[in-house]
Each structure stands twice: as structure tokens, then as C-alpha cells.
């Protein structure tokens, strides 16, 4: 499975983007990259997958480059409801079940 | 997401006592999860099913089972729990489209401590 690294923490204000990124080196052909949101004593919430270049929805953008060893996650313009914890996720969602690291726990602060 | 269902939402029980979590889901997956996470840490996977008659274990099976009644229906069992086994349990499904897009729906959690 493949691992991925991201940042225990980050710091935002409200109205700024922020940006997650996840370091993923031995990801496989077929591995998809999947996002998820976890508010405290909650499950976590799908936000955005991606499989290369650029994906866009109306909670976020993912960025991947060519190589695909890395994505990021932006947010734009958080505000205080976006503080969570949050995971990125790398393999086959068809194929195996996924595997979450720690995640990267983002303060908004007004 | 009120379509998977999780039960007891708390549970206090006693060391080397038997207990059983239940899972429920209303959305018509074909697969289905058990997580565990501890305070402040990540989700880490306990056992999954694809399908009601395949059965996998997880990166942390050891002590615990489980059993896929029906599609719908997925529950974990503690054969003889132990303190290191209190934690925020989460149950979550699945399905698959030809996108491979096939996010993963969590139930709210079932909060268990062993004394």
C-alpha cells in the first residue's frame, strides 16, 4: 500500500486558501488519490478524488502533478467551519480498502 | 451519513467481556468497513468486506472478528476486550461506479471504553 506524508498541522485565517500537500512516492499505476474531511467525534466526509492533473468541485481543488508523487489540496477562502482534521489517501478504492495516515489537523482562526 | 447506522453509539464494558457493534446501512453497498481510531490519531482499518461472502482483515484484526449477515448488515465483535481496545469505532460503505470514484460513508461512530 502506498504511504503518504502530510503535515501534522496548519494554521489559517478565515477568507484566506489553504493549502494541504501529501507526499505519496511509491504510488501505484491504478492508485487513485482520495480527500476526506473529519470534524471531532465524527465520521470522515469524501471531499474530492483525483487521478492526475488538475480535479475541481464546489468544496475544493486537487492538484497533481505528472508525476503523480505528490497532490494538494486546496481550499479556498476557509472559514472557521473548515477547522478539521484532514486525510489524503492513496490506492485502489475498487480493488482494497483504503488505508488513513494521521492527517493534517487545520486551525482557522477568524 | 444517516444512511449507515451504528450501534450502541456508547458502550462501557468490563475487561474479558464479549461485546458486538453493529452496523446497518441503508444505501444499498456492496462493501463495507470497520475502523478504529484512537484519541487524537488516524483511522486504521480493522476488516473489510466486498461483498457478503468475502471477508478480509485489516492492518489491526488481531482480537477482534467480525460477520457480514447481509448486504446491509456488518457487525464487530470484541471476543474479550481489553483497556487497549477503547476507541471511537466507525463503520463505513462503499460502492464502485466505472469512475472509480466510490467515497467511502461513514456512520457516526460507536464510542467504547473497557474498563
Known amino acids: 500500500l502506498a504511504k503518504t506524508t502530510q503535515p501534522i498541522s496548519m494554521d489559517s485565517y478565515e477568507g484566506q486558501e489553504v493549502n494541504i500537500t501529501c507526499s505519496h512516492n511509491?504510488?501505484?499505476?491504478?492508485?487513485?488519490i482520495t480527500w476526506y474531511q473529519q470534524f471531532p467525534s465524527q465520521g470522515p466526509r469524501f471531499i474530492i478524488q483525483?487521478?492526475?492533473t488538475k480535479v475541481t468541485n464546489e468544496v475544493a481543488s486537487l492538484f497533481i502533478p505528472a508525476d503523480r508523487k505528490s497532490s494538494t489540496l486546496s481550499l479556498p477562502r476557509v472559514s472557521l467551519s473548515d477547522t478539521a482534521v484532514y486525510y489524503c489517501?492513496?490506492?485502489?478504492?475498487?480493488?482494497?480498502?483504503?488505508?488513513f495516515g494521521s492527517g493534517t489537523r487545520l486551525q482557522v482562526q477568524p | 451519513d444517516a444512511d449507515v447506522t451504528q450501534t450502541p453509539r456508547n458502550r462501557i464494558t468490563k475487561t474479558g467481556k464479549r461485546i458486538m457493534l453493529e452496523c446497518s446501512q441503508t444505501?444499498?453497498?456492496?462493501?463495507m468497513y470497520w475502523y478504529r481510531q484512537d484519541p487524537g490519531l488516524g483511522l486504521q482499518l480493522i476488516y473489510y468486506?466486498?461483498?457478503?461472502?468475502?471477508?478480509n482483515k485489516g492492518e489491526i484484526s488481531d482480537g477482534y472478528s467480525v460477520s457480514r449477515q447481509a448486504q446491509a448488515k456488518f457487525s464487530l465483535s470484541l471476543e474479550s476486550a481489553i483497556p487497549n481496545q477503547t476507541a471511537l469505532y466507525f463503520c463505513?460503505?462503499?460502492?464502485?461506479?466505472?469512475?472509480?470514484?466510490?467515497?467511502?460513508?461513514f456512520g457516526n461512530g460507536t464510542r467504547l471504553t473497557v474498563t
Open positions: 489517501l492513496v490506492g485502489e478504492p475498487g480493488r482494497r480498502a483504503l488505508t
Open positions: 511509491n504510488i501505484a499505476t491504478n492508485d487513485y
Open positions: 444505501k444499498g453497498h456492496d462493501r
Open positions: 463505513a460503505t462503499s460502492d464502485l461506479d466505472s469512475s472509480y470514484n466510490s467515497p467511502l460513508h
Open positions: 483525483g487521478y492526475k
Open positions: 468486506s466486498f461483498d457478503v461472502k468475502d471477508i
